[in-house]
């Protein structure tokens, strides 16, 4: 009661002056079945003043969202305690909770047949259902498991494996125990997957025999092994058997998964944690050679995935969701696993690739399991199109409600493309913006919202809670409409990360120290006249292939590695397919004369090997020298123009130390 009238009387105030009526009727209707726990607020009018209260009051907006849509085993004293000058971000503090209970048991209980995970193998047409009481099986006999191999509350699991149930069950168990996963994208190299593991502290790490995409099978376990020969802190691997391939297994090291589980009581205590318990860490690029172990927290976490998955994209329950990104980055874990599994949804796993057995495998999977909700990337967009349209237009797709895109920006044509090809016109796009240490969805259209019109390649309206800013050089708000700047978010949600794991420091530092009292995203935007925002790009030195977030850094430190290579200077250009491609301008050591075909091929192997396939440059240039500054900072300004083919736009080079460079560089690159 007492909550209730402190809440109008603030929303009176905030809200006085609404005046349309028609809309108001609308939005009660949409505000009593979408987020039915706010109805008691009635003087909130419109979508708008929905987002305006949730920035204003984030405390009092997202403790009715926790205390309604989380089970609770201890209810929370403190809503909120951040402060983004120090990087502290506390959320539903005195609260505690098990997250596979919020994930798993509480849907188990009600509904024990309802669909969790709908699982679609490689194999055209092989697909595996798995209802919520077989998942919460699954995930107690796999933490049993876990406790056998001495995982206790706080330690690290690192998981190198496939997209399965098996996969997901994994994650789940260890939150079940109070440990924190760590998954590994199972296309990472081994020395990759050593750094990542290495750094994390994992005690248990959790593979496959083989992996199976696109017909083709990836000996995952012998990568581990690799991997491990280099680490030392892991000491059990738990081997899933996907293929039933040979493989060696290491005494007192390894034991096969599945028979652990035949062994282990599928009954397993919850462990009842503490809200800002973490729950994961996930390794992602930064601007430096090190990758950073993003670490998220329980609760908000959870919180932030379950609600940003059912208003984004207007999930309804017993909808098929379908986001066929891999659990190894974090559009897997908050909208295969998190957000899905937190509300009682129903979540595909898609272990295969757009084009495998033929650009068609999208389309005719939507068809034959009548999915809802298609959640993809630009970049695989942009792929079929190049395929032609029929691929698509064969298969029904009626089924699909929302058509929802992320990871990079989605160009005119894709948009286009998506929407009126594989849409028919009729499902809304839903063009999401956010990152890894966001945990979830920041800005999208947000097409559950009443008459919200749609604008291409926009992710336009910040969702509820996000207060997004743009900032210029020297740090003060950029006003109005029409304008550019970096792009902060000036409240904090309970989805930002809470550390990078083992350095607070490079936290503070990488996030919250370019721009005091905000969060830095490092990306520009683009504010337009109806207050959309649309993303313009990094303004760091990190770059986007494929969708897959990579530090030019990370290339530069592996090519250097190379015994006949002086220097390299990395940089992104623009990529039909892929968005971006890696181009890689290399200074050999002196007196070197090998074949450069040779030495490129090697380069590129060194890549592969060291980082991931997708890394690989497209273009190695080799150049006597590089545009430096008379302080040795490399332009790296001008190699991305030369990169792009704009070597009329090179802007002011007088003040390079051998301005001559640039001009060797060009004939070499026109050469190329
Ligand atoms: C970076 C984050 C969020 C899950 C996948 C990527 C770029 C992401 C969009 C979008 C334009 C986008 C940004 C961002 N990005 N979504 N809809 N439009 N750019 O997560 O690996 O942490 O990368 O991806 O540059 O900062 P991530």
């Not at 809802?372 to 942009?382: D, E, K």
């Not at 029929?390 to 990079?408: A, N, P, Q, W």
């Not at 337009?528 to 990579?550: A, F, P, S, W």
Request: hydrophobic residues 35%.
């Amino acid at each position: 009661m007492v909550r209730s009238v402190l809440f109008s009387r603030f929303t009176d105030k905030f809200f006085a002056g609404f005046k349309n009526r028609s809309c108001l009727a609308e939005f009660r209707q949409f505000t009593s079945t979408t987020f039915p726990e706010l109805a008691e607020f009635g003087n909130i009018s419109s979508h708008e003043d929905l987002h305006k209260f949730s920035i204003q009051r984030p405390d009092k907006f997202w403790s009715v969202l926790a205390r309604s849509r989380l089970k609770w085993e201890t209810d929370f004293h403190t809503p909120m305690d951040c402060d983004f000058r120090t990087g502290k971000f506390n959320w539903f503090l005195g609260g505690k909770l098990n997250i596979s209970v919020n994930c798993v048991d509480r849907w188990a209980e009600v509904d024990p047949e309802r669909i969790a995970l709908v699982w679609e193998k490689d194999e055209q047409g092989e697909v595996e259902n798995v209802s919520y009481s077989q998942l919460q099986d699954m995930v107690g006999r796999i933490a049993n498991t876990l406790k056998q191999a001495g995982v206790g509350v706080g330690d690290v699991v690192a998981l190198y494996m496939p997209i399965s149930p098996v996969a997901v069950a994994s994650m789940l168990a260890t939150a079940r125990i109070g440990a924190v996963h760590t998954v590994v994208f199972a296309g990472f190299s081994a020395e990759a997957l050593a750094a990542r593991v290495e750094d994390s502290g994992a005690k248990v790490l959790i593979t496959a025999d083989e992996s199976v995409r696109g017909g083709r099978r990836t000996p995952l376990k012998r990568t581990v092994d690799t991997a491990l020969e280099k680490c030392e802190t892991v000491k059990t691997v738990l081997v899933m058997r996907r293929t039933g391939a040979e493989i060696k297994m290491k005494p007192n090291r390894d034991e096969w998964l599945d028979e652990c589980m035949l062994r282990s009581s599928p009954i397993c205590a919850p462990k009842s944690m503490n809200s800002e318990d973490p729950l994961f860490l996930l390794y992602t690029s930064g601007s430096t050679g090190k990758p950073k172990g993003v670490s998220h927290s329980s609760a908000g976490y959870l919180l932030y995935a379950m609600v940003t998955m059912k208003h984004a994209f207007d999930y309804k329950q017993g909808e098929l969701f379908g986001c066929v990104a891999d659990i190894g980055w974090i559009t897997g874990h908050s909208y295969v696993v998190y957000g899905p599994l937190a509300n009682g949804g129903t979540s595909l796993l898609f272990e295969s690739t757009p084009v495998y057995p033929d650009p068609g495998r999208y389309w005719e999977m939507v068809e034959r399991l009548k999915i809802n909700h298609f959640y993809g990337a630009p970049t695989a967009l942009r792929l079929l199109i190049g395929y032609g349209d029929e691929y698509v237009t064969k298969y029904d797709r009626s089924s699909i409600r929302k058509l929802g895109s992320v990871g990079e920006p989605l160009n005119q044509e894709a948009w286009h493309w998506f929407h009126s090809v594989v849409g028919e016109k009729r499902c809304d796009i839903v063009d999401t913006w956010w990152q890894t240490e966001t945990g979830g969805v920041a800005i999208s259209p947000r097409p559950s919202a009443p008459n919200a019109p749609l604008s291409p390649g926009k992710p336009q309206r910040p969702m509820f809670g996000m207060n997004p800013v743009l900032l210029d050089e020297k740090g003060e708000e950029v006003q109005g409409l029409g304008v550019s700047g970096s792009l902060c978010l000036a409240t904090p949600w309970p989805g930002i990360a809470r550390t990078l794991h083992g350095d607070h420091q490079r936290f503070v530092q990488t996030y919250f120290s370019a721009y005091p009292g905000y969060y830095f995203t490092g990306d520009g935007a683009f504010r337009d006249e109806k207050g959309d925002y649309q993303i313009t790009g990094r303004m760091d030195d990190v770059i986007n292939v494929t969708g897959h977030r990579l530090g030019t850094a990370e290339v530069e430190d592996v090519l250097t590695e190379h015994d006949n290579v002086a220097e390299a200077a990395v940089v992104g250009y623009p990529h039909e397919v892929k968005g971006e491609g890696v181009y890689a301008y290399v200074i050999l050591k002196q007196g070197v004369n090998l074949d450069e075909e040779n030495i490129r091929n090697e380069l590129k192997l060194l890549v592969k090997s060291k980082i991931s396939g997708f890394a690989i440059p497209e273009f190695i240039l080799f150049t006597p020298g590089l545009p430096k500054t008379r302080s040795g900072k490399i332009m790296r300004r001008i190699l991305r123009k030369i990169a792009a083919n704009q070597m009329d736009d090179l802007g002011d080079i007088s003040t390079l130390a051998e301005p001559e460079i640039v001009e060797t560089i060009i004939q070499k690159h026109q050469k190329k």
